[in-house]
């Protein structure tokens, strides 16, 4: 008998790598809600197995433990909006506050639970993503630096621009969360806040 008789076939082996990743984001997306839900410390492997409706097997199958969930929920958002800062800073001054929008926009499009989950971790968890959040802040500001070069700044300050971006930004989605023009809305209150009238 040939020993490849015993390999599965590559549809086989498809399916149950599509039947380990659909298993793998059920754990993520129950993890993400039942942290935004319940706070992570009250959250235990069975709250998150019985959720996910996996085996515990299933769920050590993916991570070693809570912080590994927590971990893969938000690293991805910080690497996606590091991508995406990087081509904002590129653009001229009076492009960069709608760039910065449209990146909150679309990262919320993505996941609005993950990016409310982002903004109410941190604490003894912030090292689990401190470096890309640090990325992520530093273009942030670089970029809010080049407008207020540009003199276009309400407070003519990048960094203070930068610090309410990052407080605002996520409670302005959620107060829009349902609204047919949460886009335009948005862009609205962020330039309101930040860029003068006549610029």
């Not at 590559?10 to 997306?29: G, H, M, N, Y």
């Not at 942290?35 to 235990?44: M, N």
């Amino acid at each position: 008998m040939s020993s490849s008789a015993a390999l599965p076939s590559p549809v086989t082996s498809s399916k149950v790598a599509s039947r380990q990743s659909r298993t793998r984001e059920r754990i993520l997306a129950e993890s993400t809600r039942l942290f935004l839900t319940r706070g992570y410390d009250s959250v235990s492997v069975d709250a998150i197995v019985a959720a996910a409706e996996v085996a515990r097997s299933s769920f050590y199958r993916f991570f070693s433990n809570r912080e590994e969930v927590l971990a893969s929920i938000m690293r991805p958002v910080f690497e996606t909006g590091i991508g995406m800062m990087g081509e904002v800073g590129q653009r001229p001054p009076r492009e960069v506050m709608g760039g910065i929008c449209d990146v909150y926009l679309r990262l919320w499009s993505a996941s609005p639970d993950t990016l409310r989950l982002v903004t109410r971790t941190g604490g003894a968890y912030f090292r689990l993503f401190e470096d890309l959040h640090r990325r992520f802040r530093e273009q942030l500001i670089d970029a809010m630096r080049r407008v207020e070069t540009a003199g276009l700044l309400l407070n003519d300050s990048g960094i203070n621009s930068a610090r309410i971006i990052a407080r605002t930004a996520v409670p302005i989605l959620e107060v829009y969360r349902d609204h047919p023009r949460i886009d335009t809305l948005f862009h609205q209150a962020m330039n309101g806040l930040l860029i003068k009238p006549e610029a």
